[in-house]
């Protein structure tokens, strides 16, 4: 499929008066639509809650728009706790999917209500020691070992994964739980990611109706909820084709039907989990090229870098670029587009065909909405760039500022070492 940019060249040059690149920016019409289709595509499952995974896109405003949706959140550490709380996320819409947890972030959550999702059989003693007792609902994060395939050939290897706990111990864990007074559980998975198929869901929702099955037989209890966490992928190339959810929820629907109904378990509220899925293709970074450079192999250097968005570098991950002002151009050219680092992973293309580009040229990064800035760091002094927000009106606004060397040198404020910069 076409990869079509949701910004024009005049656009980005109209924001750059106010907001020099690079920046990320998320088209909120975008982002609406989706969710409102997620909620659509689920609405036969009358417990239905998506809890949006804050790590992937870590923004109060994001956060805020998703939750009117009924979206709640799903958290991962203290700071994403603290961030929902003021978003006024409370009680049952925060999930708390944690992996080797600091034990007062357990307490935590707990002070808010959140939904403790454990990863560990040998975590329910933490759980209780700081919050006095087991909370009243609890969720168990299940791993089936091995090997998970689906049939175009896409697998995942939960056997190699350090989250969650066999099936054997996640039925002793809920025994352990019952007789400590929990009275509400759930189960949840995350057994492959960015999964561009209408397969993964339905094949893991299956195997999860089928434990809860399990462990009915074994426990007499009745699973409450079935978080199918994160997972659907985007196409970020051009020739992958998009997850169709009305298909993905059709296919969860049967198994629901043909696991959880014939053995008379109902009213199963289904969660998720997604990040990539509920914002990626509704984010990209804009950057400007600002250096030409033949060598061995012919460069683009741009202002932007592995900072700003870091999947590239660390998972050799494809994000396709559109040089703005020239998407009908033919591809003439063939150039690395590389940001400053000291390091030569530090490449948002190798070897990728473009128009020719001028220095001075906008290049739209696609898809960098989720896992993009909330992965970005330091490094080399590099400061993390500004969010902004195409609204619905085709206004921009600022969600967060750009890092300044101020905010980078805020650390040392114990000592004067650094006050000529931080005056
Ligand atoms: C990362 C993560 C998600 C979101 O994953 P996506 O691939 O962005 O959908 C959901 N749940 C848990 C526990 C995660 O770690």
Partial sequence: MQKIPFLTLEQVKEIVKT???PWHIYDEKGIRENAKRLNEAFSWNKGFKEYFAVKATPNPFIMNILKEYGCGVDCSSMVELEMSDACGFSGKDIMFSSNETPIEEFKFANDLGAIINLDDIT???YVEEVCGKLPKTMCARYNPGGVFTMSNGIMDNPGDAKYGMTPDQLIEAFKIMQSKGVKHFGIHAFLASNTVTNEYYPKLARELFEFAVRIKNETAIN???????GGIGIPYTPDSEPNDIFEISNGVKKAYEEVLEANAIM???IFTELGRYMLAPYGALITEAIHEKNIYKHYIGVDACASNLMRPAM?????????LGKENEKASEVYDVVGSLCENNDKFAIDRKLPKIEKGDYIYIHDTGAHGFAMGYNYNGKLRSAELLLQEDGSVKMIRRAETDKDYFATFDFCNIMDKYLK
Avoid: M, Q, R
């Fill in 19 to 21: 907001y020099p690149t």
């Fill in 123 to 125: 975590h329910i003693k």
């Fill in 223 to 229: 699973v409450e909820f079935i978080n199918l966490s």
């Fill in 267 to 269: 009213d199963v509220a």
């Fill in 315 to 323: 998972y050799g991950a494809y994000h396709h670029l559109t040089v």
